[in-house]
T-cell receptor, first 116, second 115 residues
Framework: AQKITQTQPGMFVQEKEAVTLDCTYD???????LFWYKQPSSGEMIFLIY??????QNATEGRYSLNFQKARKSANLVISASQLGDSAMYFC?????????????FGTGTKLQVIP | EPEVTQTPSHQVTQMGQEVILRCVPI?????FYWYRQILGQKVEFLVS????????KSEIFDDQFSVERPDGSNFTLKIRSTKLEDSAMYFC?????????????FGDGTRLSIL
């Protein structure tokens, strides 16, 4: 079974609008970390935001926020006031103890395109 | 802000040749990783490294691959006898610790093209 599921292969958003990128995860661990990374067309992997499984409040980092719904095992990324520079691939990822604590497991990504 | 640096940014190699990808992790980080992303696919874990030894590896990381920390700053991935299917983006990452709540910080990647 997929540990990280991103069901939106591609999304469009109008500049200055907000957009939500979906992510669901699967783990039996009580302690885990959820991460979002941005990958522009140039290829680098940029860490955006983190949510811990024990965190009661949703994480926020500037225009990025994470809508964490633990019971539903979802960790959606919300980008507010979209900018043209937000056009990129976005990967949801998780770090848990199953199969070892070392690796981060990535989803298949969502390609976001911001329209002027 | 400190960052993970990788060299080269792009490597073109003939099939069957050996290639070494280099990484300088963030200086106070203790855990180091290599990941691979085949074009159009998701990022896959290869190996993690701590205290001068491999701590975990995936099924992808077979005898063709090896990692080394030759000095106090560099972390390398060696691929012996490269194959066409080794063409991918290779990312190095590092983290302060192995706790699940600690993010891994990635370098900009090395794009490896096997001809």
């Amino acid at each position: 079974a997929q540990k990280i599921t991103q069901t939106q292969p591609g999304m469009f958003v109008q500049e200055k609008e907000a957009v939500t990128l979906d992510c669901t995860y699967d783990t039996s661990d009580q302690s885990y970390g959820l991460f979002w990374y941005k990958q522009p067309s140039s290829g680098e992997m940029i860490f955006l935001i983190y949510q811990g499984s024990y965190d009661e409040q949703n994480a926020t980092e500037g225009r990025y926020s994470l809508n964490f719904q633990k019971a539903r095992k979802s960790a959606n990324l919300v980008i507010s006031a979209s900018q043209l520079g937000d056009s990129a691939m976005y990967f949801c990822a998780m770090r848990d103890g199953s199969g070892g604590y070392q690796k981060v497991t990535f989803g298949t990504g969502t390609k976001l395109q911001v329209i002027p | 802000e400190p960052e993970v640096t990788q060299t080269p940014s792009h490597q073109v190699t003939q099939m069957g040749q050996e290639v070494i990808l280099r990484c300088v992790p963030i200086s106070n980080h203790l855990y180091f990783y290599w990941y691979r992303q085949i074009l159009g696919q998701k990022v896959e874990f290869l190996v993690s490294f701590y205290n001068n030894e491999i701590s975990e590896k995936s099924e992808i990381f077979d005898d063709q691959f090896s990692v080394e920390r030759p000095d106090g700053s560099n972390f390398t991935l060696k691929i012996r006898s490269t194959k066409l299917e080794d063409s991918a983006m290779y990312f190095c990452a590092s983290s302060v610790g192995q706790h699940v709540h600690q993010p891994q910080h990635f370098g900009d990647g090395t794009r490896l093209s096997i001809l």
